[in-house]
């Protein structure tokens, strides 16, 4: 009866780990295959599915057959002791010894391709020369599907790259510097407009930012603020706030009260209090929101696009624009997709106990 | 005897009052503002100069970040210096005012300002039209045949977005916690969190990847080539309407499940493991506590959940712009808003599908407010 029980149970749990494994190979392998792809040759890409780096049967040209002119195309082809039409020919016969032949382009070519099925090891022409292509601004060259040399200016994902450091730095750090003074005056400072103030805050939580776009860039365009770092950083706060606040008062507005009491009477001011000991003490709640808003902005494509535009553009505009320009060139494109994941990717998994937190914290972000 | 010396203590509250009104919006208001000021100058300096580009990055972080510490080191020590009581009812001000004027400037007041330019021509000059007409912008946002295409796509991302990615979010939060790899597991499932809707867009557009039939063309999208080797025939999956909607919405349950799962996850370890234990002894199955007792108890964080992600799908504008551009009959409000505005040049129209936004999520902001009334207590 206990054995049964127990086998009973290992049957069960095979059986979730069994769908488990089966739910994240399907959410693994399309990332799989575009950094597969990213490796590889410009125009292997097109000859063949990601998947032939693996070790796998290929049909391999062992030799060819250039029929003389005497041989009539039209009817029934002597080859290789079978008879074929040349429609037969073209979709590729198997002979009996397992060989099979193909004729290659139109009629006049009289070129058949012998091919045999063979076993291919793993691919050995991956190198990072794609990545190398996309970083740079420069001039790049490389092979298309026909084979044909194709010469081209560098997207500059580089540039970009900085560029999206540059935005998401301080639109990480300057909200919650300003959300942390407000949240410890609403915690903990009493004056007139207290409750307005923060109805507004919980108001603006889940307001969709398609509501501000439209005016913000009117004010920008008289402030001449559009495509500088200090517009899209103000905005990137503006969105944010809300949020920040609401997160950053939760937690704060719980510290114990008798912490602050004694900072009072040993005479500390406002200021001290919220920077020597709140700042501190709310180091997890400050990385939580961190995280959420740094990936929050280096993902961002909107408001990158309404407010920075072509002259700083950051990594998501600037890999939007090979998908527009360029959607068939997959050896920049899937090589592009990664230097963009590299540092939000990297952030997560160093610091996902937090950004959970955060979540599980939070609510909706507009 | 006391009646002068009562007016004019009066007098001297009022000016106090009125002293102390007038410093509050100085500080909230004006203060921001100078410091805004100096930062800006130097931005257009910044954004015109040739200097090298990881300088400019430098300098614009150190500028940004310092300039903003230094606006409350600033109208802190200013306060600071004023006598007593002034110091007291100035200083929270100091300490909320950046935030309440940014998100006044930014969320706030763009409500209303929004309101008024869906009113107006497309230049968001003129009213759109006299008498009823009005109304023009809205008549679009809610009769024309492009933007109940939208609604309806809209809908469609809403349901199946939102009922895939919760409903997988559950599954594997359920399997995951009875599994000795969960970590595992959940650290895949959570992975594409971090990655960029346009990243994602890449990623996906290379799963549904066309070539077409010929001699020499192989399909090099996964999915062309599975259909292939099943027998089937290759498809451009994304020009397929209805269909390509529901692929476009894979993406987004595929961006989102990880979210769903945490959230989902954490609340299902804080069902109380006796209430489980005594259903089990009643000789319930596992199958009926599920739906009796951890259902019912995590019914809040699945209510969350599904918000979160309804307003997240209503929302919905990189995955479209991305992949398909809002082409053959993919189109979502958020991108028509963004076509209006920013192809077609039309303001007043990009208005109006602003405000049928944020009329979507009004239910949610009057329950937050609510929730929020109830917890007041505690404020």
Redesign the interface.
């Known amino acids: 009866m206990a054995a049964g029980k127990k086998s009973q149970k290992k049957k069960?749990?095979l059986i979730?780990?069994g769908?488990?494994i089966l739910?994240?190979g399907i959410?693994?392998?399309?990332?799989v295959?575009?950094f597969i792809?990213s490796f590889r040759d410009s125009q292997d890409?097109?000859?063949?599915?990601?998947?032939a780096v693996f070790p796998h049967k290929e049909d391999i040209n062992i030799g060819e057959i250039i029929l003389d002119d005497a041989v009539d195309v039209n009817g029934k082809i002597p080859v290789e002791g079978i008879n074929a039409s040349f429609e037969e020919l073209?979709e590729g016969i198997t002979l009996p010894d397992g060989r099979k032949l193909t004729w290659i382009g139109n009629k006049r070519s009289r070129k058949i391709i012998i091919s045999e099925r063979q076993w291919v090891g793993f691919a050995n022409n991956l190198s990072i020369d794609n990545y190398k292509d996309v970083i740079t601004g420069k001039e790049i060259t490389f092979t298309d599907s026909a084979g044909n040399e194709i010469l081209r200016k560098g997207n500059n994902l580089g540039?970009a790259f900085?560029?999206s450091?540059?935005v998401a730095?301080?639109a990480t750090?300057?909200p919650i510097?300003?959300?942390a003074?407000?949240a410890?005056?609403?915690s903990w400072?009493?004056?007139p407009g207290?409750?307005l103030?923060?109805?507004?805050?919980?108001?603006?939580?889940?307001?969709?930012?398609?509501?501000?776009?439209?005016?913000?860039l009117?004010?920008y365009t008289k402030?001449?603020?559009n495509?500088?770092?200090?517009?899209i950083?103000?905005?990137h706060?503006?969105?944010g706030?809300?949020l920040a606040?609401y997160l950053l008062f939760n937690y704060i507005?719980s510290l114990p009260r008798e912490l602050l009491e004694a900072a009072y009477i040993d005479g500390a001011?406002?200021?001290t209090i919220?920077v020597r000991l709140i700042l501190p003490l709310s180091v997890p709640a400050l990385a939580s929101f961190a995280i959420f808003q740094f990936?929050w902005v280096?993902?961002?494509?909107?408001v990158s696009l309404?407010f920075l535009g072509e002259?700083?553009r950051v990594i998501?505009y600037a890999?939007?624009s090979i998908?527009g320009e360029k959607?068939q060139d997959?050896h920049l494109?899937?090589s592009?997709?990664f230097v963009?994941?590299l540092l939000?990717?990297a952030?997560?998994?160093m610091l996902?106990r937090y950004?959970?937190r955060g979540?599980?914290a939070g609510?909706?972000k507009? | 005897m006391q009646g002068p010396h009562e007016k004019s203590c009066a007098f001297a509250h009022f000016i106090s009052w009125f002293t102390t009104i007038i410093g509050r919006v100085f500080i909230s208001l004006f203060v921001p503002a100078i410091t805004f000021l100096v930062?800006?100058k130097v931005?257009?300096f910044?954004?015109d100069s040739d200097a090298p580009?990881?300088i400019?990055?430098l300098v614009?972080?150190l500028w940004?970040?310092g300039g903003?510490?230094m606006l409350?080191v600033i109208s802190?020590w200013l306060v600071?210096q004023l006598p007593g009581n002034w110091g007291r009812?100035l200083?929270?001000?100091?300490?909320?005012g950046?935030?309440?004027v940014?998100?006044?400037?930014?969320?706030?007041?763009?409500?209303f300002?929004?309101l008024v330019?869906s009113f107006k021509d497309p230049l968001?000059q003129d009213w759109v039209g006299k008498g009823w007409a009005i109304f023009n912008n809205y008549k679009f946002a809610f009769t024309d045949r492009i933007m109940l295409e939208t609604f309806r796509n809209n809908f469609l991302w809403m349901v199946l977005g939102t009922a895939l990615s919760v409903g997988?979010g559950l599954?594997?939060a359920v399997?995951?916690d009875?599994?000795q790899?969960e970590s595992i597991?959940k650290?895949?499932?959570?992975?594409?969190?971090?990655?960029?809707?346009?990243?994602a867009?890449?990623?996906?557009?290379?799963?549904y990847?066309y070539?077409g039939e010929g001699?020499g063309i192989?399909?090099?999208?996964?999915l062309n080539?599975i259909v292939l080797a099943l027998g089937g025939k290759s498809q451009p999956w994304l020009s397929l309407p209805p269909w390509n909607n529901l692929f476009l919405i894979i993406i987004m349950a595929?961006l989102q499940t990880g979210?769903a799962m945490?959230?989902i996850s954490?609340a299902i370890k804080g069902v109380p493991f006796e209430l489980l234990e005594a259903a089990r002894i009643d000789g319930a199955t596992e199958v009926q506590a599920f739906f009796k007792i951890t259902i019912p108890y995590i019914k809040g964080t699945l209510i969350?959940v599904t918000?979160?992600i309804i307003?997240?799908s209503?929302?919905l504008?990189?995955i479209v712009?991305?992949m398909t551009g809002g082409n053959n009959g993919t189109n979502v409000i958020?991108n028509e808003?963004?076509l209006q505005?920013?192809t077609y040049g039309n303001?007043g129209r990009?208005?109006a599908?602003?405000?049928v936004?944020?009329l979507a999520?009004i239910p949610?902001?009057i329950n937050?407010?609510r929730e929020?009334n109830k917890n007041r207590r505690?404020?």
């Open positions: 069960s749990a979730i780990n769908v488990l739910i994240c959410w693994l392998l399309p990332t295959g575009v792809t890409i097109f000859n063949s599915g990601w998947w073209r540039g900085l560029n450091i540059a730095v301080p750090i300057i510097l300003i959300a003074f407000a410890f005056g609403f400072l009493k004056f207290r409750d103030f923060f109805t507004m805050i919980i108001a603006m939580l889940v307001v969709p930012l398609q509501i501000s776009l439209i005016p913000i009117q004010d402030l001449q603020l495509g500088t770092f200090l517009g950083w103000l905005a706060t503006g969105f706030l809300p606040t507005s001011t406002n200021f919220l990936l280096w993902n961002d494509y909107l309404v002259k700083s998501t890999l939007a998908v959607g997959w494109l899937t592009g997709a963009s994941m939000p990717m952030v997560f998994f996902q950004f959970v979540m599980l609510s909706v507009g | 930062l800006w931005f257009l910044l954004r580009q990881s400019i990055v614009a972080i940004g970040v903003v510490a409350f802190n600071e009812r200083q929270p001000f100091v300490f909320i950046p935030a309440v940014i998100m006044g400037w930014y969320l706030t007041i763009p409500v300002r929004t330019l968001g997988v599954l594997i399997l995951a009875r599994s790899f597991y650290a895949i499932i959570f992975m594409p969190m971090a990655i960029s809707f346009v990243g867009g890449v990623i996906w557009k290379f799963v990847t070539r001699v192989h399909e090099i999208g996964i080539a595929w979210f945490v959230v954490s969350t918000t979160t307003i997240f209503l929302k504008f990189d712009r991305v958020a808003f963004y505005r920013f303001t990009a208005s599908i602003a405000i936004l944020l999520v949610v902001i937050n407010l929020f505690a404020f």
